[in-house]
């Protein structure tokens, strides 16, 4: 069943590589970056295709024309089939590719969550679909630093796109949730983590496009004090440090649903619980839930 699944998945995204060299060399790639393969690099895929050099799985990266932005669109539309449900939830995060050489678009050191620490290495902040039937990557988008953006020549050797300027990971974060939003993905919720929970421009889009979310905060960030908050000030309008808002004697905070699920069922056993779920979804973290105008009272 596996197999039939994943040429279905080949099949329906073949049409963007054009000619057939290029869509032979992309089923080759897809089935070595699956296979239980050591290191992922162009001659050891190659070795495992039983192709005599790795030219023409490295020709498929860096020349071949295809289609990369209508392949992400075709798994969106598969994902949204396989795994679309009412429960889903866009999970956003960053992760870091160990390079040797700083030849690769974005490359330097900086800091990768992947090792700790920093290295030489490439970042990319990903977009995932989870929901109660399985979930998935469905969207990237790379991160170029400064010293990237402002040398055009060492971006043209990189192949990297005419215009592309600096983002920060944030405005790149709202990038995916924007293409998200257009795509046919099914997700009332979004999470992530305080690289993205700290930026209010960030959370200003989920709250107009009514979404809920789920982000870390730093614990000295300040924010609205919830009507549940504890103290000789509860109730008070104002704001407050995160960590006062969330680790009250009593163990209480407020959230607020989107509209849409402020009374479902789903919304509702937030309030049962010693954990943040949230339609299946569980964060271990002591993190913000706000969004939608509903209130209901969480409890940790």
Aim: proline residues 5%; glycine residues 8%; positive net charge.
């Amino acid at each position: 069943m596996w197999a039939s699944e994943l040429e279905e998945a080949l099949l329906r995204v073949g049409h963007r590589f054009g000619r057939a060299d290029p869509r032979r060399r992309m089923r080759a790639y897809v089935h070595g970056l699956l296979a239980p393969v050591g290191r992922k690099s162009s001659w050891q895929l190659a070795e495992h295709a039983a192709h005599g050099t790795p030219h023409g799985l490295q020709n498929l990266l860096n020349r071949a024309r295809w289609d990369a932005a209508g392949v992400r669109d075709d798994v969106q539309a598969y994902v949204t089939e396989q795994l679309g449900e009412d429960d889903g939830v866009l999970v956003i995060d960053e992760t870091g590719f160990l390079k040797q050489r700083e030849t690769s678009a974005g490359a330097q050191r900086q800091y990768s969550g992947t090792v700790g620490r920093a290295k030489n290495c490439q970042v990319a902040v990903f977009a995932a679909c989870a929901s109660s039937r399985g979930r998935t990557l469905v969207d990237r988008e790379v991160y170029l630093p400064k010293s990237w953006t402002s040398d055009r020549e060492r971006c043209q050797a990189a192949k990297v796109p005419v215009g592309r300027g600096f983002a920060t990971k944030a405005e790149l974060a709202r990038v995916l949730v924007a293409r998200a939003r257009s795509s046919p993905l099914p997700f009332p919720w979004v999470t992530a983590d305080a690289l993205y929970g700290q930026d209010g421009h960030f959370r200003r889009m989920l709250e107009e496009a009514e979404l809920g979310y789920v982000r870390a905060v730093a614990k000295s960030q300040q924010v609205n004090r919830t009507m549940a908050a504890c103290g000789p000030r509860a109730g008070q309008p104002g704001r407050c440090r995160a960590d006062q808002a969330l680790t009250c004697p009593t163990g209480a905070a407020v959230i607020r649903p989107p509209p849409d699920t402020a009374n479902t069922n789903a919304a509702r056993t937030v309030t049962n619980n010693r954990h943040m779920t949230v339609r299946q979804f569980t964060t271990r973290k002591k993190m913000l839930l706000n969004s939608g105008n509903s209130e209901l009272q969480l409890e940790y």
